[in-house]
């Protein structure tokens, strides 16, 4: 056994607790300096997926509006040829009724074209829409990959610039942690992930000749009971009746309190 070890063996529980409840603070404090850098360069990797899921969509818009003019251009290809046949009927014309009647199939067949035409237009110009959209999706996509690289490096830098301190606050929490029961350390992990850290609470003198105390975290009232199970017993850990969190009372608070226990 070590000296330190030893040394936090002897101490009551609620020392230990509290020992942990520093350290594991520090470690917290340290990671979510990595952590805001990972959930910005997160936040750009989904930006990122977005805008590509964009620009699949408008690329495959683009290729049905032109596989529609190709069809269009088809349908007029074949109007065309109808055209150029009935002028060459309509020469050949033996009476007025045969020319009236090829006439008006010429007309019909003419507004027809049209018709393909107009289509062909707003067709055409849905493709110009579509190609300015995806300019201005292949800028976007540039620009937002600047900022993942930038968002990328950031992250490494700072992984780097924690990683021996958190290295030496993970071998302190790991021995502040030994010396406390299995239990007790289970119930304290727990809260110190459900309260991001704050799994432990000063207890706070309201009214000292009234008796009156409460808990820092969830300023609640304390019951007489749990301070005196506090004093009574350093290695009983005692907790708020309202938010959970384990008590401890600060030198000052237990010297006030109880000064001839001290
Ligand atoms: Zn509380």
Redesign the pocket.
């Known amino acids: 056994m070590s000296d330190t070890l030893i040394e936090l063996t002897a101490m009551p529980l609620i020392d230990n607790l509290l020992t942990l409840y520093k350290v594991d603070r520090q470690v917290r404090s340290l990671r979510s300096r990595v952590e805001s850098a990972q959930i910005y360069l997160n936040v750009q990797n989904r930006l990122m997926t977005e805008i590509g899921v964009e620009q699949a969509e408008s690329n495959l818009k683009r290729k049905q509006h032109k596989a529609n003019i190709s069809n269009i251009e088809t349908e007029i290809g074949a109007v065309d040829v109808r055209i150029e046949h009935l002028r060459e009927e309509l020469n050949q014309a033996i009476n007025d009724k045969q020319y009236s009647a090829l006439l008006a199939e010429m007309n019909t067949i003419k507004v027809h074209r049209k018709a393909f035409e107009d289509e062909e237009l707003i067709e055409m110009s849905a493709v110009e829409d579509l190609d300015a959209n995806l300019a201005d999706i292949s800028q976007r996509l540039e620009e937002r990959e600047k900022v993942t690289k930038v968002a990328s490096k950031e992250l490494k830098v700072r992984e780097a610039e924690i990683a021996e301190q958190l290295a030496e606050l993970e071998t302190e929490r790991e021995a502040a942690a030994a010396v406390i029961p299995e239990s007790v350390l289970d119930e304290f992990e727990s809260l110190a992930d459900d309260y991001d850290g704050e799994s432990m609470?000063a207890v706070e003198i309201i009214d000292l000749k009234r008796r009156e105390y409460?808990?820092?975290?969830?300023?609640?009232r304390?019951p007489l009971d749990s301070i005196t199970s506090m004093l009574g017993n350093k290695d009983a850990h005692v907790k708020?009746?309202?938010?959970?969190?384990i008590?401890f009372l600060e030198a000052e608070s237990r010297e006030a309190i109880a000064p001839a226990d001290t």
């Open positions: 609470a409460s808990c820092t975290s969830c300023s609640l304390l708020c009746v309202s938010c959970d969190r008590l």
